[in-house]
Every structure is written in C-alpha cells, then in structure tokens.
C-alpha cells in the first residue's frame, strides 16, 4: 500500500505522538522499537472488561481436577512473570475449541479442546507462558497501535476508544488474538511470536518444567492443523524460521532450567473426556 504526501504527514504525526506518549519503547527479548499508542493502564482496563465478556459467554468447566491443573500450572508461571501488579485469574471452559489467551493485567482463559494436545502439565505450561509472554511484550497493543497509523487517520485511535462498548470489545478482542463469534483472530507476527516463544520457554524453565517440551508441542500443534480448523494455530503461525529460532533459544532455557530448584519434568498427564 503506497501513501501519498498527506498520508505521509499525517503517519508521521501520529508516531511522533506515540513517542511523546509513551517515549521510547522495546521489546523484551529483541529490543525491537514498538509504536505504543496507548498506556499500561488503558490496556489493563480493556484486559478486565474483555475478560468478563469472554467469561459470560462461555459455559465455565466443571471438570474439577482440570480446573485445579489450570490453577496450579498457571500460578507456577504467573510467579516467574515478574507481575505481582497483575491481578491472575485462570478460567477453564467447556468448550471443544483448542483456544487459550491471556489478557492484560493476567486474565487467562484456556478451552478444554486444547488440553489433548498439551498432554500433560509441560505442554500446558508451554500454551500459558506463551500466551502470558504476549501481554508482558505487550503485543496486543501494538497490533492496536500499528493500526491507527497503518490506517493512517485520526480518527483512528478515537475509534477504538471511544466506540460503544461491543464495538470496542470486538476490537480488543481481535488485537490479543481472542476467537470470537463476531471476528476473526488477527495472527500475530513473526517478530511477535519468535518474542514469545523466547520469553516463553524462559518462564516455563524457571516455573520447572522441561522447556524441551515447547518444540514437542509446537510439533503437534502443526500437525493438528493439518486436520482441520485449529483456532489456536490461526492466532500463532508457525514457520521454518521460527522452529530455528524456538531451538537457538533451547540453550539458555535449558540453563534456566538446571538452575531451577523444583525440576517438575513434564509433571502430571493430562487426562480429558476429548483425549
């Protein structure tokens, strides 16, 4: 897509206000510079109300020893995110779809369709450190702020914060990658997932779980998607360049891992009426 002068002017406008803004941002891992549109706090505030909406349109699993799995991997990577400003909820939902998102401020919903493919408490310890290691990068916002200035108008950014409520939560809900009814999720980059991944294994490696087990998952998950619609693998692409990079980043998680105290392994298998 070419842009004329005016466009031009006007993107340019709009990234010098991101910096004045929000200054000068990087991302973890790669210190890529991120355009940052929005405060910690806006997005905080939507992570809450995106969860509540999710939560009541969903039917909450009553499986309880899955519940209390979710609880207890989720809280074990919840403590090496470093975010105790984050107020951590883990909802599991009965719901056959292989979906699983954390939002801002550590709102975590994870499907039952997902667990088969996790096997066991590693791999789901790779699906939620994945998904946490997107809000610390904060990745949903910057897909929210890439687009006011891609779309290049001021209006724009009013638009996403001054929509009525469903129209906001729609947006929102694509921006973090959320499969909903009304919206198709938007994948995140490749730049965003290689940050992920990398900041992933780490979380997963200190909370004591084999980081190993992140390129097994990643495996299956490709090949499930060869078997029809995964919702998951439509949100997280994967590539040769990114299995390269999950395996370069092994070393250090491997360290972490070694250095860990509470060597959990894969922990418990996960049993589903789906497995």
Excluded at 75 to 93: G, K, M, P, Y
Excluded at 194 to 203: K, P, Y
Aim: aromatic share 8%; charged share 25%; glycine share 8%.
């Amino acid at each position: 897509m070419k842009f004329n002068r005016r466009q031009w002017i006007q993107a340019v406008g709009l990234a010098g206000f991101a910096g004045c803004c929000s200054g000068c941002r990087f991302a973890p891992e790669s210190g890529r510079h991120q355009w940052m549109f929005m405060t910690e706090h806006q997005e905080l505030s939507w992570g809450a109300k995106v969860f509540e909406e999710l939560v009541s349109r969903e039917k909450a699993s009553q499986n309880l020893p899955l519940v209390q799995l979710l609880s207890r991997v989720g809280n074990r990577i919840a403590e090496q995110a470093n975010r105790s400003d984050f107020d951590w909820e883990f909802e599991l939902v009965d719901s056959e779809t292989r979906t699983a998102v954390c939002l801002p401020g550590g709102k975590v919903v994870v499907s039952e369709g997902i667990l088969p493919l996790c096997e066991n408490e590693a791999g789901l310890a790779v699906v939620l450190s994945h998904e946490v290691a997107h809000i610390l990068a904060r990745h949903g916002g910057e897909r929210l702020s890439k687009g006011v200035l891609v779309n290049n108008a001021k209006d724009s950014w009013r638009s996403v914060t001054r929509a009525d409520p469903n129209q906001k939560t729609e947006r929102v809900m694509m921006a973090y990658g959320v499969v909903s009814e009304d919206s198709t999720p938007l994948p995140y980059s490749l730049s965003q997932e290689l940050e992920a991944d990398q900041i992933g294994v780490r979380l997963m490696a200190n909370a004591g779980y084999n980081p190993n087990v992140a390129t097994e998952f990643w495996k299956r998950l490709r090949q499930a998607g060869t078997e029809g619609t995964n919702e998951f693998l439509t949100v997280h692409t994967s590539n040769e360049r990114r299995e390269m990079s999950l395996m370069a980043a092994m070393g250090e998680a491997q360290q972490y891992y070694a250095d860990c105290e509470l060597k959990l392994g894969r922990g418990q298998a996960i049993v589903t009426p789906r497995s």
